[in-house]
């Protein structure tokens, strides 16, 4: 079966350093999205992975590992306003989206 | 670029009634659109998978009676929800995939519908 895992919840402090890990087994792969999901709000895009390595977009980053099944965000300076939450998700050889539960983030002052 | 709407935001209806949302691909076509449902505190559930001009793909345990789904040109799908009942309460999304861009989908901005 196809499977994504991602932490059900992380705690950070404003200002730090956050990395939220997923780690998925799929039929196939055809690249890696994270999306950011307040409450009550659709998901809004922050990166997409296809090849192994990392993406920096300002103060967001993703990487990917296709040998190990793994990918991380990485979220710097953390702002109050980063508390949601995350999503994972990967495109299968179906060009279907294989969605993670999602890592519910509190940013603590 | 890239915009999805729908329509209406949120929508509370009486048991038995029908509800209609729309999504919209606004500057970009798109021939795939697909459903999620989502309920509190739980991750997107694919519904089901729209093409433009075809009939849609239902998730498993998805009654395709209940939720009727038309894809009728590159820009709009309609998800109606028949006979609506309490258990049907939930967020709907909207997704499209452009027809140009095989990999990624924009995320309309989501109806709440909240059956009485």
């Known amino acids: 079966g196809q499977n994504i895992d991602q932490p059900t919840e992380m705690t950070a402090t404003e200002g730090a350093i956050v990395q939220i890990n997923c780690t998925y087994q799929t039929s196939g792969f055809n690249g890696l999205f994270w999306y950011q999901q307040h409450a009550g709000e659709a998901p809004t895009f922050l990166s997409y992975n296809v090849l192994d390595g990392l993406e920096e977009k300002g103060r967001f980053s993703s990487f990917l590992s296709r040998s190990k099944g793994y990918s991380y965000l990485l979220l710097k300076e953390l702002q109050m306003k980063d508390s949601a939450s995350y999503l994972c998700?990967?495109?299968?050889?179906?060009?279907?989206?294989?969605w993670g539960a999602g890592t519910k983030l509190i940013i603590k002052p | 670029g890239a915009v999805v709407s729908q329509h209406p935001s949120w929508v509370i209806c009486k048991s038995g009634t029908s509800v209609k949302i729309e999504c919209r691909s606004l500057d970009f076509q798109a021939t795939t659109m697909f459903w999620y449902r989502q309920f509190p505190k739980q991750s997107l559930m694919l519904m089901a998978t729209?093409?433009?001009?075809?009939?849609?793909?239902?998730e498993q345990g998805v009654e395709k009676d209940k939720f009727l789904i038309n894809h009728a040109s590159l820009t709009l799908s309609t998800l109606t929800v028949t006979s609506a009942h309490p258990e049907d309460s939930s967020f709907y999304i909207c997704?499209?995939?452009?027809?140009?861009?095989?990999?990624?989908?924009?995320f309309g901005p989501g109806t709440r519908l909240t059956v009485l």
């Open positions: 997704s499209a995939r452009e027809t140009s861009d095989y990999n990624e989908q924009f």
């Open positions: 998700a990967v495109l299968d050889s179906n060009y279907q989206l294989i």
């Open positions: 729209s093409n433009e001009g075809s009939k849609a793909t239902y």
